[in-house]
């Protein structure tokens, strides 16, 4: 089944309100919760795969003012969560919500287990109310509802399942359709970009730069964003293209990471990975003399690389995908903006990948920022050497002859070679959480 770039963008770019993974346990307590709307539950447990459990751990949830918890997260959305509203389930919280959520959490168990040998993304919400239960399950995707039953029985005529199911539920063809086309197919896809998929692209970097500005603005997070703007006005960094394209994306990130309850156009499952596909080509479009067109044809390439990447790590692996997937479809947009040709961006995702593909994930926090921040200026230099010749060769690493097998070598790497290195970062993850509860 073929795949017009149009389905490709929808399937693998949407607004996302938060870190996915705690979103998504917020998605499918919201979901369970839906069957009964008018009861509160007096327990909520929770079943999640490993890498969901490594990127919901510690990060900020949005609009609680700084709280951050995979129980958190479940209760957030049992009690107040839209899951109409997909990946912005978490939006109608505010403080009063959230106050309510804490004390539910003192008086009522919500339980959140780890399933340590399931593979993929995968989320069980079990809601009890007395003798009755509402379950949700989530899997394969972030949004992908495929569940929900009342005491056992499928709930019929749910538009949450049918939604997310015709949405979602051809997303395994879609990978292994985007696995079958070369890089060359994928910039052909541009020329087939109408007047409504520009308005999409162009709302990506609505989004992606109101979270910049807030990160600029407030120093959000850590402040890595506004701390690279005070030293390139202090005149200690020169303000280039790389170092706009490391401001900018970097900020976006801070303010994600830093809970702000303002959405990102997320890219292959992750609002972090919409912003280094996105920021960066939008950074260095403001030094070159290029069309608003080409800047969202770049865009619209960068989405494509990252989907082909992700398609070979899966959603979530041992690897940075903001360096590694988001980081390939960056470098080629900035390749293709600069008017390099094809050979060229197989050149600018080649030298990125020697470059950072080393780069762990250890789950989703502030400091996502300056993983961004290196993505984003790396992105940039690999386009500009590709563009003057400079290109690693296939002989080093896991460099391939091609692109397509260089960022094939990726997801051996990501998917083989790296489960020992994931349950070690989540074992070390663990027992720094633990050992926080102790003390």
């Not at 280094?276 to 044809?297: G, M, R």
């Not at 070979?312 to 390749?335: E, F, H, M, N």
């Amino acid at each position: 089944m073929k795949y017009s770039v149009k389905e490709i963008l929808h399937l693998e770019v949407s607004p996302a309100l938060g870190c996915t993974e705690p979103v998504a346990i917020a998605l499918a307590t919201a979901a369970a919760a839906s069957v009964l709307p008018d009861q509160q539950p007096n327990k909520i447990e929770v079943w999640v795969d490993p890498n969901i459990y490594k990127n919901g751990l510690a990060v900020i949830i949005p609009g609680t003012g700084g709280l951050s918890g995979l129980d958190t997260a479940a209760a957030l959305g049992a009690l107040y969560g839209n899951p109409e509203l997909g990946l912005e389930v978490l939006e109608p919280l505010d403080e009063q919500s959230t106050k309510e959520a804490c004390k539910y959490k003192e008086n009522n168990p919500v339980i959140v287990n780890l399933l340590e040998n399931r593979h993929g993304i995968y989320v069980r919400a079990l809601l009890s109310y007395g003798s009755t239960s509402t379950e949700a399950i989530i899997e394969g995707v972030h949004d992908n509802i495929v569940s929900l039953t009342c005491d056992g029985e499928q709930v019929k005529d749910s538009s949450l399942v049918r939604t997310q199911q015709e949405q979602k539920a051809d997303m395994s063809r879609l990978e292994e359709y985007i696995k079958s086309l070369s890089l060359s197919d994928l910039v052909d896809m541009l020329y087939d970009l109408d007047e409504e998929d520009f308005t999409f692209l162009k709302a990506g970097i609505t989004y992606n730069m109101r979270l910049a500005d807030y990160g600029l603005k407030h120093g959000s997070g850590l402040g890595v964003g506004a701390t690279l703007e005070k030293l390139a006005r202090m005149k200690i960094l020169n303000r280039d293209m790389i170092l706009s394209a490391r401001i900018v994306t970097s900020a976006a990130s801070d303010a994600r990471m830093g809970g702000i309850k303002l959405p990102a156009m997320s890219s292959g499952g992750s609002g972090n990975h919409g912003l280094t596909a996105i920021l960066p080509i939008h950074a260095v479009s403001e030094f070159i003399d290029c069309t608003e067109k080409t800047k969202l044809e770049a865009i619209a390439l960068s989405h494509l690389v990252t989907a082909y990447v992700k398609a070979q790590t899966g959603r979530l692996s041992a690897v940075c995908g903001c360096s590694v997937a988001a980081g390939a479809g960056a470098t080629a947009g900035i390749t293709y903006l600069m008017g390099g040709t094809p050979a060229q961006m197989a050149g600018a995702i080649t030298n990125l990948t020697e470059d950072l593909a080393g780069i762990i994930c250890d789950g989703a926090k502030c400091g996502c920022a300056l993983k961004l921040a290196t993505a984003a200026g790396t992105a940039v230099q690999a386009a500009l050497f590709a563009i003057h010749g400079v290109n690693v060769h296939s002989t080093d690493g896991i460099i391939g002859t091609s692109p397509e097998q260089t960022m094939q070598n990726i997801g051996t790497l990501s998917t083989q070679g790296m489960i020992d290195t994931d349950r070690t970062i989540l074992k070390i993850m663990l027992e720094k959480h633990f050992a926080d509860i102790e003390n």
